[in-house]
C-alpha cells in the first residue's frame, strides 16, 4: 500500500495526498477506523513533507473520511467507503428514450459533419476570426465590472436579465428604428435558446411555419423539433419572393413567420427596404407573428443601413425580434436577447425560468461593461474593414475560378454558391475533401430536400491564401466533374 | 433643431453625437440627401468640439447612415430613415400562446413569491453568502485562464462542454466513489437547465415519476412542465420511507425517480447510507432509471461523508447524477453537469446543442482554473465553518422560540420546521410580514397539496442578530395563532 502515489498535477500536493488517501477509502483499500499511518510515516513513504501530510489529514477529516483519536493519531471514519448495492444493473437507454431524443440527435448535424483534419482548409465556419478579438478591452471590462459589483456579479441575477444590459439593448435597438412602446427584453444564451423558448410558447394552431428557402439549418433542425410543417418560399436577389409568398398564404393558415432579412443565412442576401414594407404589409393582413432573426445586421461592408423588420412594422406588435452578437464579437460569450410585445415577453421569461434560471450574469456583465465603454464601434470598424477585404478576395476568387450559375453574398462572413441544376455539391465535396478542402453542402439548408447544387463558402477564418488555394481547387474540382 | 442633444451618460462624446444624429435621420426629422452642418456648425450647436463630430460623422458614414459629397460635405443617406408599414397591428398575444407558455406562468413562484422590502428579515433565500466570495482568486481565476488561451475562449465551444473542466469534473466525481467506466459528463446551466434536458429526453411510457414528499420545488414544477404525473413519498428522520416507497412501486409502473439524497431540499435530511443501498436494491428490482441531485453535498457540518448513491449504484448505469456548485460556489456562474451513461450523454448532448449551443465558455473557463488552483477546498473550509456557526445558531433560536412539533436539518444552508396538523404557516406568513419577517411557506415543496403546516427557513443571508430577532418574532407570532 501507498506505493501507487504519482504527483500528477500542478494541483496542490497536500490536496493530491488528500484525493488519493480519500480514494483508498472510497475503494475500501482502506478500512473503517483503521488507523492512518503517522504523518512522519507517510510523508516518508509518499516522499513528501510532514507538514504536506498534516494538512491532508486536517483535509481528510475536514471532509468526514478521517477523525483522530486524542494522542492515538487518525483513522479511517466509518461508513465512508462506499458500500455498492450488491446487482449492478446495466439499462438499455435507448429503450427508454423518447422521439424527441431520437429526433434531435438525427438532426444533429454536428454529429454528421465532415471532419476537418489538420492542415485541412475549411469553409464551414461562419464563426469570427479569434485574432480579431481585443483580449484587453474585454480583460478590462471584466475588471471594471468586478470592481463595481463583483459580489452581487456571483450570486444569483434575474431571469429577464442584467438590467444594465436590457437598458442598453433597448437603446441600441430604439437607435435601429425600433418604436419601444410597449416591447421589452429578454436576455437569453444566444439567439437559439431564444428561438427555442420562442417556439416553445407559441400556439400550434395549424402546425405550421413560413420561411425563406433556403434558411438557417439550425432555425429548420429546431422548428422540426417542436414539430412544425415548414413551408419554404424561394429567394430573389433582393430578398423573399413576394408572389410565391402570397400564393402560399392564400392557400393555408400558418402559426408563424421565420425571415432572415439581413445577410441571409445562407445567401448572404439583404432584403430591400421596399420589400420589407410589402412583407409586413402582407403578414399584417394575414396577422401572422414573424420571428425577425437579427443575423449579422452589423456585417455590412458597403451600401446604406437597413431597419429591421421590426423597425418597418412601426407600433405594430407582431414581430419578435431575436438579436445577438455572436458573428460579430464573441460566441463564446453565450448571451442573446428576444425585443418583443411585453406581454408575450412575460410569458417567456417565465419559460426561460423553468430553462437555465438565467443567463450567466458574468457574461451578460463583462458584455455590458465591454459596450458601455465604447468598444463595440472600434471593433466593428477593425472586424469590418477585415472581413470586408476577405469578402472582396473571396467574391473575386469565386468569379476567378467557380463555374458557378449563381453566387450570392451582401456581406457578412459567407458566400453562397449555386451550380447547374443536376450538379452535386456532395459529389463535389468527397472530391474536394480528399484534396484537403472542405466547405458546406446548401441541401443542409433547403426546406424542401432540393438545393444539391448549392454551397456556403464561410470565409471568416481561412487566410487569404488559403482563401485563393482552396477555391481554385473547389473550382477546378467541379469542372472536373462537369467532365 | 438639434437644441434637444443632452450628454446622457459616460460614454464617449462622439458615439453619443452619433446616435442622436441616427436618431434624427431614423425617425425622419433628417431626410435622405438632405445636407448635414458642417462639422464646425454641429460643434458649435452641440456644444462639443469639432474633432468629437468629425469622428461622429465618420462613424456614421460607416455606419451607411451618412455619405460624403466631394468637397461638399456630409449629406444623410438615401433609404436609411425607418419607413414603416402603414397599419401597425396590434396582436392579442394571449391568444397565440400555448397551454406550455400558461402553465410555466402559472407555476413561477418568483411571480407570486412575497416581496421582501427593506429592511425586511428574508428567510426566504438559500444562496450563497455573497461576502463569502473570495473574489480575488476569482478574478486571479479569469486572468490565468485569459492568458493560457483567450482568444479560444471568446469563439464557440463544445455543446458537451469545456474539455478541461469535465476532466476536472469526472475525477471530482471519481473521489466520491462514482465509477466511471461507461460514463460521462455533459456541462449544463445549472443544475435546471441539466433536469429539464433529461426530462425531455425520457420517455413518458406511463407519465408518472416518482420521489420525496416534499422535495425541490423547481423539481416539481418542471415535472409537471414536462405532463409527469407526481408520486410522493414521505421522508422518514433518515430519509425516504421505504416501506411507503415498496408499496407505491408494487402499485403502478414508473418512468423514472428523483431523489435528493443528501441536505434534502426542503428538509435538510441526509439519506443514511444503509437506506441508499436498500434504495438502489429497490430502484434496480423496479428497473427505474434515478435522477440524482447531487444538491449542497459539498456543505456537510459533522458526521462522516456519505457517497451518492450513483456510488452506491457501483458499475450500474441507472443513475443520472446531476451537479452544481450553485449553493457553495457561485450561482451567478451558470454552470452544472449531469453525469450519466455514456449512451444516454451521447443523445442528452444532441439535445443541448438545440438549446443553447453551449454553456459560457468564460464561466466553464474560470471556474475550471478556479477549481484547478486548489481554491475550492480553502473556500469551503471558509464557507463550512461560517455556514455552521450560522446552522447551529439558527437551529438554537429555532429550539428557543418556535414551538414546533419536528425540526429537521443534517446541514446545508435551511432548516425544516412542521407545526401541528390544522396550523397554517400562510397565516403565520402573514402576521409575520407585518411584522418585517418573511419565510418560505412550506406546502409548495408537497407533491399532494399538502404541508399547510410546514415551512422553510433559509439562514444563508441573514445576519445572526436578525437570525435570533426574526426567528423570535416566528415563534412569538406562532404561539399567539395558536391562542
Not at 477523525?67 to 450488491?86: D, L, R
Not at 460569450?333 to 423553468?354: M, N, P
Not at 450567466?360 to 464601434?377: A, F, M, R
Amino acid at each position: 500500500m501507498f506505493n501507487d502515489f504519482k504527483l500528477m498535477d500542478d494541483r496542490p500536493v497536500y490536496i493530491q495526498v488528500k484525493d488519493y488517501l480519500k480514494r483508498l477509502i472510497i475503494k475500501g483499500a482502506l478500512q473503517a477506523n483503521q488507523r492512518l499511518p503517522s504523518t512522519r510515516e507517510l510523508g516518508m513513504l509518499l516522499n513528501v513533507s510532514r507538514n504536506t501530510v498534516i494538512s491532508a489529514y486536517a483535509e481528510l477529516q475536514e471532509d468526514g473520511f478521517a477523525y483522530t483519536a486524542q494522542g492515538k493519531g487518525s483513522y479511517v471514519a466509518a461508513g465512508s467507503s462506499s458500500v455498492t448495492a450488491p446487482s449492478s444493473w446495466q439499462m438499455d437507454w435507448k429503450t427508454r428514450l423518447n422521439g424527441h431524443a431520437r429526433l434531435a440527435e438525427e438532426l444533429d448535424l454536428m454529429k454528421r459533419g465532415i471532419r476537418a483534419d489538420k492542415g485541412t482548409i475549411s469553409f464551414t465556419s461562419i464563426a469570427p476570426d479569434e485574432k480579431l478579438f481585443d483580449l484587453d478591452n474585454f480583460k478590462r471590462a471584466f475588471l471594471d465590472r468586478m470592481s463595481v459589483e463583483g459580489d452581487v456579479l456571483l450570486n444569483y441575477g434575474y431571469a429577464k436579465g442584467y438590467k444594465p444590459l436590457i437598458d442598453y439593448l433597448l437603446r441600441y435597438m430604439d437607435h435601429k428604428g425600433v418604436d419601444l412602446k410597449g416591447k421589452d427584453i429578454l436576455i437569453t444564451n444566444g439567439f437559439t435558446e431564444g428561438f427555442d423558448i420562442v417556439l416553445s410558447a407559441l400556439s400550434k394552431k395549424n402546425g405550421t411555419v413560413i420561411c425563406e428557402n433556403p434558411t438557417h439549418h439550425t432555425a429548420i433542425k429546431n422548428l422540426k423539433l417542436h414539430g412544425f410543417d415548414i413551408t419554404g418560399i424561394p429567394m430573389e436577389r433582393d430578398g423573399i419572393n413576394l408572389r410565391e409568398l402570397e400564393r402560399a398564404l392564400s392557400e393555408q393558415a400558418y402559426d408563424c413567420a421565420y425571415f432572415v432579412p439581413s445577410y441571409h443565412n445562407p445567401t448572404g442576401i439583404v432584403m430591400s427596404p421596399e420589400k420589407r414594407i410589402e412583407l409586413m404589409k402582407l403578414m399584417t393582413r394575414h396577422q401572422i407573428p414573424v420571428i425577425e432573426d437579427g443575423f449579422n445586421e452589423e456585417l455590412r461592408y458597403s451600401g446604406s443601413h437597413v431597419s429591421p423588420l421590426m423597425a418597418t412594422a412601426g407600433q405594430g406588435n407582431g414581430v419578435i425580434y431575436l438579436g445577438s452578437f455572436s458573428k460579430v464579437l464573441f460566441p463564446g460569450l453565450r448571451v442573446g436577447w428576444v425585443l418583443a410585445d411585453r406581454e408575450l415577453i412575460y410569458y417567456l421569461e417565465s419559460i426561460k425560468r423553468a430553462r437555465t434560471i438565467h443567463t450567466s450574469t458574468i457574461d451578460q456583465s463583462i458584455l455590458y461593461q465591454y459596450l458601455h465603454n465604447g468598444n463595440l464601434e472600434k471593433y466593428l470598424k477593425k472586424a469590418r474593414a477585415e472581413y470586408k477585404r476577405k469578402y472582396e478576395w473571396t467574391l473575386q476568387c469565386c468569379k476567378e475560378y467557380i463555374p458557378y450559375t449563381q453566387l450570392s453574398g451582401d456581406g457578412g462572413l459567407h458566400l453562397f454558391v449555386a451550380f447547374g441544376e443536376g450538379f452535386h455539391t456532395r459529389e463535389l465535396l468527397d472530391a474536394c475533401s480528399r484534396q484537403g478542402v472542405i466547405f458546406t453542402p446548401g441541401d443542409i439548408f433547403f426546406t424542401d430536400g432540393k438545393g444539391q447544387h448549392t454551397m456556403r463558402l464561410g470565409f471568416s477564418r481561412v487566410s487569404d491564401e488559403n482563401i485563393s488555394k482552396g477555391i481554385r481547387i473547389i473550382g477546378e474540382t467541379a469542372k472536373q466533374l462537369m467532365g
